[in-house]
């Protein structure tokens, strides 16, 4: 029961913005938006997170809509090293598990 | 940077046998989980820990599983009768008692069965 939904891949060229876009249409009010993302076959690795209001921190950018209803993670300027698979989550604030889906492969290119 | 170290990175064993896995989570984190990842697939949650007992677990976490704190600090994983579906990566994090803290992962333990 996937709660989000992520373009399969993107490429994006290296030192421009990677802009990738997240449908979570049946959020409800106490959950959050997550971004993970996963470099080859490494554990996990958290991104950034936001309940309404946008947020960035060093490594990316949030950007929610008003409605909630869907959400964009700005990598501001893409390294080769960015390549990976970006998960992005919805969870409520008392579920303390995160489900992953399928995610976006994003291939960074020079 | 405090991070979740687990051991082995690679265990190759026989069908039947059992495995421990084992984790290091972060040393004030208050929430311990194993996740899986058969090789192309999602990465699947299989158990949640929390004050010395499973708080929440996956279909996938069967009477085959079991997790333990034994002594504080680590934080296992054990397969008592590993089957070729068990093959995966396998996953442990960790979580403060923020709401909305995030779960730091770790590297991650290739279980290989024959």
């Known amino acids: 029961d996937a709660k989000t939904t992520q373009p399969p891949s993107m490429d994006c060229a290296e030192g421009r913005a990677a802009n990738l876009p997240c449908n979570h249409s049946?959020?409800?009010?106490?959950?959050?938006v997550y971004w993970y993302r996963q470099i080859h076959s490494q554990g996990p690795q958290y991104i950034i997170h936001?309940?309404?209001n946008n947020e960035t921190n060093e490594m990316a950018s949030l950007i929610i809509t008003e409605d909630r209803k869907s959400s964009t993670l700005i990598l501001p300027h893409a390294t080769l090293r960015d390549t990976a698979v970006y998960y992005c989550i919805v969870r409520s604030f008392n579920d303390y598990k995160l489900s992953f889906g399928a995610g976006t492969t994003v291939t960074v290119r020079a | 940077e405090p991070e979740v170290t687990q051991t082995p990175s690679h265990q190759v064993t026989q069908m039947g046998q059992e495995v421990i896995l084992r984790c290091v989570p972060i040393s004030n984190h208050l929430y311990f989980y194993w996740y899986r990842q058969i090789l192309g697939q999602k990465v699947e949650f299989l158990v949640s820990f929390y004050n010395n007992e499973i708080s929440e677990k996956s279909e996938i976490f069967d009477d085959q599983f079991s997790v333990e704190r034994p002594d504080g600090s680590n934080f296992t994983l054990k397969i008592r009768s590993t089957k070729l579906e068990d093959s995966a990566m396998y996953f442990c994090?960790?979580?403060?008692?923020?709401?909305?803290?995030?779960?730091?992962f770790g590297e991650g333990s290739r279980l290989t069965v024959l």
């Open positions: 049946t959020i409800s009010g106490n959950e959050y």
């Open positions: 994090a960790s979580k403060s008692g923020s709401d909305t803290g995030e779960l730091f």
């Open positions: 936001g309940l309404k």
